[in-house]
């Protein structure tokens, strides 16, 4: 089972420019999530999708935007990237809510320059 | 602040020894999970333990859970170099479904 599949892998933009982030899992698992990880900080919430057809804002929701787009399928746009934004982006999945242990993607490593 | 908390931040020991990690959180949880990051990974998910539970083991892993401390312990026992990685704690704190908290991690390194 491939789990949860997160592309491109790497990518390098400059300031301003926008981008998706691609996340797809083949658990027909409800909930899905996107974090972002920075040096030194646990991982933090930009936004989640408790179910297809929702999505809710997390900790830092400010620049992002999501689209559930079905059950499978969860992905993440900066519309105008900010050197600030630089970080590992991961995208994971999970049966429900908290209550349940989630699946993680390898992650995107951004870098806004 | 953050609300899982480990300690240490950095593990360095050798190859067959037992290494523990700790966490510790500030408000009542439902359940706390320990993951796992190998270097440029994602994480994995090793173990979670419900507030419910003081104890769970899973192959050399042992996860304890003091809810009146608010303090959790990883302990990995006959260490390999393949543990080296960092661990990290989420919590699932009451009334926030959807959003567990996480801490900085424990990064651990097994020398051969």
């Known amino acids: 089972n491939a789990g949860v599949t997160q592309t491109p892998k790497f990518q390098v933009l400059k300031t301003g420019q926008s981008m998706t982030l691609q996340c797809a899992q083949d658990?027909?698992?409800?909930?899905m999530y996107w974090y972002r990880q920075d040096p030194g900080m646990g991982l933090r919430l930009i936004y989640y999708?408790?179910?297809?057809?929702?999505?809710d804002k997390g900790e830092v929701p400010n620049g992002y935007n999501v689209s559930r787009l079905n059950k499978r399928e969860f992905s993440l746009r900066l519309e105008s990237a900010a050197p600030s934004q630089t970080s590992v982006y991961f995208c994971?999945?999970?049966?429900?809510?908290?209550?349940?242990?989630?699946?993680f993607g390898s992650g995107t490593r951004l870098t806004v320059v | 602040s953050q609300q899982g908390e480990e300690d240490p931040q950095a593990l360095s020991i050798q190859e067959g020894e037992n290494a523990t990690m700790n966490c510790s959180y500030k408000t009542s949880i439902n359940n706390l999970q320990w993951y796992r990051q190998n270097s440029g990974r994602g994480l994995v998910h090793l173990i979670l333990?419900?507030?419910n539970e003081r104890e769970k083991h899973s192959g050399r892993l042992r996860v304890t859970l003091d809810t009146s401390k608010k303090s959790s312990s990883l302990l990995i026992t006959a260490s390999r170099a393949a543990d080296t990685a960092s661990y990290f704690c989420?919590?699932?704190?009451?009334?926030?479904?959807?959003?567990?908290?996480w801490g900085a991690g424990t990064k651990l390194i097994i020398k051969p």
């Open positions: 989420a919590t699932d704190i009451m009334d926030s479904n959807y959003q567990l908290i």
């Open positions: 994971a999945s999970s049966e429900g809510d908290s209550r349940y242990g989630y699946t």
């Open positions: 999708s408790a179910s297809e057809g929702t999505t």
């Open positions: 658990m027909n698992h409800n909930s």
């Open positions: 333990i419900r507030s």
